[in-house]
């Protein structure tokens, strides 16, 4: 009996032994069957981009303005309108109906030329809003400053406006603003105040990027606009010197006074023509025709409160590649900056001081203008 336990233990050994055997021999195969497999379509195998995106700005609008010279692409569920001269609003069209752009829309985009405590952007931005973060952000491969305000808003629901100005980059300064109204509030009472929730993380980061969206397609343009000339100066005289020719109506005069060229024309007791053309200035080391133009526009208009005539912009003066502007304070004052074609760093102040506007005149005289270099 003894004997035949022990048998019977032997043979399940023999058999659990086995099985082992079996299953490891097995294990082995596969392992060596899948390796060789691998190895046989490894090449055949293609790697998922990660974070691919789709390009949601295929069927979006485009929007250019060769005045301030820039262009970028909007959503095509969205228009746009011109504010006054200097403001143009962009948001989901169904929110231009009521006639009170910007009021209710939950995401609007304008831009501007003038800073927001001189525009319509006052009435979303107000002295002593919040900032609450700022960052960096590249438009058209430039690094500019973006400022995030916090506003409160009567109907108890937060107000998200990111601020960017983009300077000196063209003559006009642009402003460029994003408004973002918090949705789904809900009132908290807190110490006896009722205070409003911003928005959950997935709506702010949509916002986000929406708005990066659309500054990534933002880019600036720099085609001169050409000068009109409405006046035909075939029978007019010409003035000539060392530095500068040009023609001029007949009946003006033209005498010089301490170096620089005054030309004038008195056309009534209370109606005179008046322009001043300076000796030939040289930029400044270090700096550039432009930066000089940009810092002068500053100057006398951006810091002033002025009545613009004619924004800033780049144009040609004859051949020459030229800033001009004007604005209004206790008179007219006209400004035309004209850059030497053979010395970059060579230009001629021009000012009209005519009063009152004479511009229909002074821009054909300014066609004839050239350098005697």
């Known amino acids: 009996m003894r004997f035949n336990k022990l048998r019977f233990l032997q043979n399940v050994l023999t058999y659990t032994l086995a099985t082992l055997i079996t299953l490891v021999w097995m294990y082995v195969t596969l392992l060596v069957y899948q390796n060789r497999m691998l190895k046989q ?5 293609v790697k998922t981009k990660p974070n691919a995106t789709e390009n949601t700005t295929d069927n979006w609008k485009t ?7 820039f ?18 609003i962009f948001q989901l069209g169904e929110y231009f109906d009521g006639g009170d752009p910007g009021g209710s829309s939950p995401m609007i985009f304008y831009i501007s030329t003038q800073p927001y405590e001189r525009t319509f952007a006052q009435d979303i931005i107000s002295d002593g809003t919040e900032i609450i973060s700022q960052e960096s952000v590249n438009i058209d491969n430039k690094t500019f400053q973006l400022n995030t305000h916090k506003q409160f808003e009567v109907e108890s629901a937060y107000k998200i406006i990111d601020y960017i100005p983009v300077r000196n980059l063209k003559p006009n300064d642009l402003y460029l603003y994003f408004s973002h109204t918090s949705a789904g509030c809900s009132n908290i009472t807190v110490d006896q105040q009722s205070k409003c929730n911003l928005d959950n993380e997935a709506n702010v980061t949509k916002y986000k990027d929406l708005r990066n969206q659309i500054l990534s397609t933002f880019n600036f343009t720099e085609e001169p606009t050409p000068t009109k000339i409405p006046i035909d100066t075939s029978d007019w005289q010409t003035y000539s010197d060392q530095n500068y020719s040009f023609k001029y109506p007949n009946g003006a005069t033209v005498h010089k006074d301490q170096g620089a060229i005054l030309i004038n024309l008195e056309t009534s007791p209370y109606n005179m023509l008046a322009v001043r053309i300076e000796e030939p200035k040289n930029v400044q080391p270090n700096n550039s025709f432009k930066e000089y133009v940009q810092n002068l526009y500053q100057r006398l208009v951006g ?3 002025v009545n613009v005539i004619r924004e800033l912009t780049k144009t040609k ?20 900056l004209v850059q030497s074609n053979n010395n970059p760093n060579l230009f001629a102040e021009i000012t009209d001081g005519s009063s009152p506007s ?16």
């Open 71 to 88: 262009e970028f692409m909007y959503p095509s569920d969205w228009e746009s309108q011109s504010v006054n001269s200097k403001d143009i």
């Open 63 to 69: 929007y250019k303005n060769d005045k301030w010279g």
């Open 303 to 305: 810091s002033n409160r």
């Open 358 to 373: 004479h511009i229909e005149t002074v821009d054909p005289i300014l066609s004839t203008f050239n350098f005697t270099e």
């Open 41 to 45: 379509y490894s090449k055949e195998i």
């Open 317 to 336: 003066i004859n051949v020459y590649n030229s800033y001009i502007f004007s604005y209004e304070t206790e008179g007219f004052n006209g400004y035309y």
